[in-house]
């Protein structure tokens, strides 16, 4: 599959990566989804992970534009490609930075709301509706506001709308993958 670039692209691997982890995730048993070890995360964690990141973009994606420029201020170059991005961000992953420097996007952290019995079925119902939440704020910019407005980012800094994406998809994909290991399939 090629790099995506467009706004549709980038809508329809959200959207992939999106169902894939759900599909994947209702496959497993419940030791699956939730058996780990300190050296190795769970499903579960996975998800956790993907959710604590996801979630504060798919609310920020919808600022209206202005108050995105005033907090962040508008990208003075152009947007970086999808390979570009992957190779900032795996150097700084090269250079030691990891997700458990950031408390904000650490599994531990993941609180529930009182009276959540079914884990699983809340964490699924949270993902869903936060990609559906992103995907739609994605898809409400045009492409110039991709590539003008900003956001920070703990590794990269301040990148583009765009860019954020990018690496959305990146990481989403990267667990992916992960959760798919954990669970065995």
């Given at each position: 599959?090629?790099?995506?670039?467009?706004?549709?692209?980038?809508?329809?691997?959200?959207?992939?990566?999106?169902?894939?982890?759900?599909?994947?995730?209702?496959?497993?048993?419940?030791?699956?989804?939730?058996?780990?070890?300190?050296?190795?995360?769970?499903?579960?964690?996975?998800?956790?992970?993907?959710?604590?990141s996801i979630k504060p973009l798919a609310k920020a994606i919808h600022f209206p534009a202005d108050q995105l420029q005033s907090m962040f201020g508008l990208s003075e170059q152009p947007s970086r490609s999808y390979?570009?991005?992957?190779?900032?961000?795996?150097?700084?992953?090269?250079?030691?930075?990891?997700?458990?420097?950031?408390?904000?996007?650490?599994?531990?952290?993941?609180?529930f709301p009182d009276g959540v019995t079914d884990t699983r079925g809340y964490l699924l119902q949270s993902w869903d509706e936060s990609n559906a939440k992103l995907i739609d704020g994605a898809a409400r910019r045009s492409e110039a506001e991709l590539d003008r407005l900003q956001l920070p980012h703990p590794a990269l800094g301040t990148i583009t709308l765009r860019e954020i994406l990018f690496f959305t998809i990146f990481h989403n994909d990267l667990h992916w993958h992960d959760i798919q290991h954990a669970g065995g399939l």
């Amino acid at each position: 599959m090629s790099d995506p670039q467009t706004q549709n692209e980038i809508i329809q691997r959200l959207e992939t990566i999106s169902h894939g982890v759900t599909n994947n995730l209702r496959q497993l048993s419940d030791r699956q989804f939730s058996d780990g070890t300190e050296s190795e995360w769970s499903a579960e964690s996975y998800l956790k992970h993907l959710l604590l990141s996801i979630k504060p973009l798919a609310k920020a994606i919808h600022f209206p534009a202005d108050q995105l420029q005033s907090m962040f201020g508008l990208s003075e170059q152009p947007s970086r490609s999808y390979s570009e991005v992957v190779a900032a961000y795996k150097k700084r992953l090269d250079e030691g930075i990891r997700a458990e420097d950031f408390s904000p996007v650490t599994p531990v952290t993941y609180r529930f709301p009182d009276g959540v019995t079914d884990t699983r079925g809340y964490l699924l119902q949270s993902w869903d509706e936060s990609n559906a939440k992103l995907i739609d704020g994605a898809a409400r910019r045009s492409e110039a506001e991709l590539d003008r407005l900003q956001l920070p980012h703990p590794a990269l800094g301040t990148i583009t709308l765009r860019e954020i994406l990018f690496f959305t998809i990146f990481h989403n994909d990267l667990h992916w993958h992960d959760i798919q290991h954990a669970g065995g399939l």
